[in-house]
């Protein structure tokens, strides 16, 4: 009887250290990688907003990074472009 305790308390602790060895190998293998980050310039930094502009043709608010800019008017997309300001 001491021997069976013995051994499934060994088991138990084996299967423990398993467990927790991949949990470990888990967390690094979905850890970002420094080539993985996004360069600098892609995109402004979260503590500074990108400002908003207003598509000429249908108003709606986007940041100016996504808008066009055709003869000094935004616009959302090209569709809008061509039609031109909504009066």
Known sequence: MGKLI???IVILAVLLVARILARQH???ASAPRAD???RRGAAPPVDQPESMVRCAHCGIHMPRSEALLINGETWCSSEHAKLGQRR
Request: aromatic share 22%; glycine share 0%.
């Open 6 to 8: 013995f051994w499934a």
């Open 26 to 28: 888990d967390k690094q």
């Open 36 to 38: 993985s980050l996004p």
